[in-house]
């Protein structure tokens, strides 16, 4: 019980405090002149007012900034699209409503009838309270009690129903929306879903000069949720105010004639068009947040899809960054959201809601004014009661359709995404039909063209062999200590070493599955090792242990540090960022250059790759793009190999990377991984692969392994023999 006083008795303090400072300030700085301090209030008003919209520009400036310091947006390569309300908006909104008002038979259009009835309800309601609460107050004056008691009963009679109209609003609203977004995503699923349109958005939307749908997930859960809540509210909001305005107008026309609406409808006119001459786009922050949205749900669903790869390049801190980044995006731009919504709502509460008040009395006072000498004491209480509660729901059904216009704009943004969604779906069918344009991506230089100096320049990989050799011991020097083992009561151990080396190591799944029984061998440096055998047969997961993605079942595994291993996946991992970024992952710029590289080294690096350069020739190092989409397969492959040669591990593990490639450049990456002190594990099935290993792990499917020396002297004969069978072959081809 004491709790609550001492909360009052604190909070009393404090107003006394601040009621003493005031007095004191106003006593010291402030002009006795009625004129004067008025002069003054005008001033600071002024002022205020000039410092507010100074923060407003500055925050305005900071969001463009900020827009253009963006990691990736889906719609980067997009047109800079305007949602306003215009002809296309209309044009949307008109198809939306087709769809989830299809005919007045339908469920959505009967609880529509129900809203509007209640809508209906709620403003004759409201006429009636204000009628009783004028009748109670003349009552209350005159000293009428019977007549009060009898009229506090009908105001509480008709309040049951008033409160039955209020909460029906709210579930109608509700169940609208919810079926609105029922009959649209049913729409969009029912072609979405459509044999393979779901695989064409995915992957082939965009290539005939065409938008690409892009967040499709996003605009099909998120956005049709706002748009379908935005849609039923602003029913609502635009239908009820119309009807109280209809009725109320009526209502206070009785007693103040027509002068005293239409002055009030004068005021908001002159506030609404005052407003709109500053209101900022509603619509456009609308669409930028769903779109900033989109890029972290995105972000998400890359780190889930390439969780193994990312797992492997060690690129947590770096995936770490991309969506701090990128949540940081969305909160700057929601706080700058709110700043403008502040400065709008202050807005709108002085002109709309006191302004509204004064210019109120002002009306109020006429009839009494008039007629003050005509009519006794407790009828002027009675019409003025009345005319007040009247005024103030004439006012709120006026400044509820002046506020429209936040909605409006809002709805606009929300519209121009789902309708784009709806017409991408629809094209959806047509899209993928023709066949696809070749373009020639020859790994030889044209007669034109002038070899890049750097390319196939033993010096200069001599030079940077060295310098990754340098790195390397920096980086040991500030280890603690070479060797660790795990605990031998969690399994097998784990030591670290610069060799790999299995030890009765059995490869077990986390399904339990027996894959590779007593597993042992050794590879050193320089020894590559070429690994085949049946799909499920444990390939993979060899190196999964080797990565400490999964726990070691038994035996001694001794491996390279992390920065020491390196994964290339047939499909490798792109990272949101600039092209420098794909090839320095897990690295940041600033990692780049304390480790003296330059983006002329990157050009030598891809050049080996790249010799005719057609990636450079196309992005710059600080283009930022969709990589996934805007690299072919084989760029792909090229761009994963300099990643390869950036970083200089010990050891690397090629899972098919060089599938896409020709056979020129697959032997140009293996004679540079052998020139920088690169070892090799391939995982590959080609027979042509093998003379560029020294050892082969074969695994059978059962359990069982095989690991060799490979002959080259007996590759060297298959290979002969082949060819001198091609030859025989040409040239029969020839004679016939």
Request: aromatic content about 10%.
């Amino acid at each position: 019980k004491r709790a609550p006083r001492v909360k009052m008795s604190v909070a009393a303090g404090l107003l006394d405090d601040i009621r003493a400072v005031y007095k004191h300030l106003d006593a010291k700085y402030m002009p006795r002149d009625q004129k004067r301090r008025n002069i003054v209030w005008a001033c600071l008003l002024g002022g205020s007012s000039v410092c507010l919209a100074i923060v407003y520009k500055g925050l305005e400036r900071r969001f463009r900034n900020q827009k253009k310091d963006t990691i990736i947006t889906t719609t980067k390569n997009e047109s800079n699209r305007q949602y306003v309300v215009d002809r296309v908006f209309l044009r949307h909104l008109w198809r939306i409503l087709r769809i989830i008002l299809p005919s007045p038979k339908t469920k959505e259009f009967v609880h529509l009838i129900i809203l509007t009835f209640l809508l209906v309800a709620r403003s004759v309601i409201s006429v009636k309270l204000a009628d009783i609460t004028g009748k109670n107050a003349q009552y209350l004056v005159e000293r009428r009690w019977d007549h009060l008691i009898k009229g506090i009963l009908i105001f509480a009679a008709v309040g049951l129903p008033a409160s039955f109209v209020n909460s029906g609003l709210d579930y109608e609203k509700n169940t609208l929306a919810l079926r609105f977004r029922k009959r649209l995503s049913e729409y969009v699923n029912r072609s979405y879903l459509s044999g393979v349109n779901f695989y064409k958005a995915a992957h082939l939307s965009g290539l005939s000069n065409e938008p690409k749908l892009d967040n499709a997930d996003q605009r099909i859960t998120t956005d049709i949720e706002k748009f379908c809540d935005v849609i039923s509210n602003v029913y609502a909001s635009v239908f009820k105010p119309i009807i109280d305005i209809i009725i109320l107008t009526i209502g206070l026309s009785s007693m103040l004639g027509f002068r005293g609406p239409f002055i009030l409808f004068g005021y908001y006119a002159y506030t609404s068009l005052l407003k709109r001459s500053f209101m900022p786009a509603f619509g456009k922050l609308a669409v930028r947040e769903s779109e900033l949205e989109g890029d972290y749900r995105m972000a998400h669903q890359r780190l889930i899809v390439n969780a193994e790869e990312i797992a492997f390049c060690d690129g947590s801190m770096k995936e770490r960054s991309i969506i701090n980044r990128l949540f940081n995006e969305i909160y700057n731009h929601s706080n700058y959201v709110q700043w403008i919504k502040l400065g709008v709502g202050v807005f709108d509460n002085y002109l709309i809601k006191y302004g509204t008040s004064i210019i109120g009395y002002a009306i109020l006072g006429l009839p009494i004014y008039l007629n003050a000498r005509e009519s006794s004491v407790a009828q002027l209480t009675k019409d003025y009661v009345r005319n007040r509660q009247l005024l103030i729901s004439l006012g709120s059904a006026v400044a509820q359709l002046v506020i429209l216009s936040n909605r409006v704009t809002s709805l606009s943004g929300l519209t121009g995404r789902v309708g784009e969604l709806l017409e991408m779906v629809q094209k959806l069918d047509s899209v993928g039909t023709k066949p696809f344009v070749i373009n020639q991506e020859p790994d030889e230089a044209p007669s034109d063209y002038t070899i890049n100096p750097y390319f196939d320049s033993v010096k200069w990989l001599d030079e940077w062999r060295v310098k990754g050799e340098q790195i390397r011991l920096q980086r040991e020097a500030r280890r603690p200590a070479l060797v660790k083992a795990s605990s031998p009561n969690e399994g097998g151990k784990i030591m670290e070493g610069k060799f790999v080396k299995f030890e009765n190591v059995s490869v077990v799944s986390p399904g339990g599955k027996l894959l590779v029984d007593n597993l042992t061998f050794q590879v050193r440096i320089h020894d590559n090792v070429m690994i085949n055998g049946p799909n499920g047969s444990g390939k993979s997961s060899i190196f999964r242990i080797l990565g400490e993605l999964w726990p070691l079942y038994n035996g001694i595994v001794v491996k390279p540090t992390k920065e020491e291993l390196l994964f290339i996946p047939q499909k490798p991992y792109l990272v949101l960022g600039t092209l420098r970024d794909q090839i320095i992952y897990p690295h940041s710029v600033e990692d780049m250059r304390n480790l003296g590289v330059n983006d002329e080294d990157l050009t030598r690096l891809l050049d080996i790759v790249d010799p005719v350069r057609r990636i450079l020739s196309t992005w710059n190092w600080d283009h930022v793009r969709d990589w996934n989409e805007s690299l072919s397969g084989g760029q792909k492959q090229r761009m994963a190999m300099a990643r390869l040669f950036y970083h200089r591990p010990l050891f690397a593990i090629l899972d098919e990377c060089t599938s896409m490639v020709s056979g020129e450049v697959e032997s140009k990456i293996y004679d540079t991984c052998k020139a920088l002190g690169i070892t090799l594990f391939t995982v590959s099935h080609r027979i042509e692969l093998r003379k560029y290993h020294d050892k082969v792990l074969r695994l059978d499917g059962k359990g069982g392994y095989e690991f060799f020396q490979v002959d080259h002297s007996l590759d060297k004969k298959r290979v002969e023999k082949e060819e001198e069978y091609e030859d025989d072959h040409d040239e029969s081809e020839e004679e016939s």
